[in-house]
T-cell receptor, first 112, second 113 residues
Framework: GAGVSQSPRYKVAKRGQDVALRCDPI?????LFWYQQALGQGPEFLTY????????KSGLPSDRFFAERPEGSVSTLKIQRTQQEDSAVYLC??????????FGEGSRLTVL | GENVEQHPSTLSVQEGDSAVIKCTYS??????FPWYKQELGKGPQLIID???NVGEKKDQRIAVTLNKTAKHFSLHITETQPEDSAVYFC????????????WGAGTKLIIKP
């Protein structure tokens, strides 16, 4: 596609529910990143894939967070047993080797 | 680890005037300094970046200056227009690894007509 596509754009979950957020990167982009952006803050790194390999997941805040990219294209960020502190915008970005990061519009998660 | 501070948090300028946003960083090994613009409901978009081997870079109305000795860099927007209204983020990191960028907290730029 023309840009990074994320869905859903908005998700409201009750505390304790599981959620799944999808990212469709720019076609051909090898690298894919997930960021968490709290209100009024800059993005914070969660995890990084090169093709299907998850090379860094040091930013995932707890073992309730899990990301996958099984075929090296679409990625899913899953949050289990959501908590109120998980409320944020989740941004996906992709890039070619050595190029700039291209961000999607984000998925806004609200946990009630 | 790297620490990035961005000022001001909000900046209001008259249309046509200039706007300056400043960031300081702590790790002298950092060599890549991008600026991103984020409009409401959108993801951040790279507007200009600079590497440590250059002191200044300009692209039309936007410029970035870097002082490696003092560990600070600034975004300059001249002849501001209403469409410049957005949140601007600075970031700092190694050139060869965008994902290790450390981001500032952002500056909300308001252009008054």
């Amino acid at each position: 596609g023309a840009g990074v596509s994320q869905s859903p754009r908005y998700k409201v979950a009750k505390r304790g529910q599981d959620v799944a957020l999808r990212c469709d990167p720019i076609s051909g982009h090898v690298s894919l990143f997930w960021y968490q952006q709290a209100l009024g803050q800059g993005p914070e790194f969660l995890t990084y894939f090169q093709n299907e390999a998850q090379l860094d997941k040091s930013g995932l805040p707890s073992d309730r967070f899990f990301a996958e990219r099984p075929e090296g294209s679409v990625s899913t960020l899953k949050i289990q047993r959501t908590q109120q502190e998980d409320s944020a915008v989740y941004l996906c970005a992709s890039r070619e080797q050595g190029s700039e990061l291209f961000f999607g519009e984000g998925s806004r998660l609200t946990v009630l | 680890g790297e620490n990035v501070e961005q000022h001001p948090s909000t900046l209001s300028v008259q249309e046509g005037d200039s706007a300056v946003i400043k960031c300081t960083y702590s790790d002298s090994a950092s060599n890549y300094f991008p600026w991103y613009k984020q409009e409401l409901g959108k993801g951040p978009q790279l507007i200009i970046d600079i590497r440590s081997n250059v002191g200044e870079k300009k692209d039309q109305r936007i410029a970035v200056t870097l002082n490696k000795t003092a560990k600070h860099f600034s975004l300059h927007i001249t002849e501001t227009q209403p469409e410049d209204s957005a949140v601007y983020f600075c970031a700092v990191g190694p050139w060869d690894s965008n994902y290790q960028l450390i981001w500032g907290a952002g500056t909300k730029l308001i252009i008054k007509p």
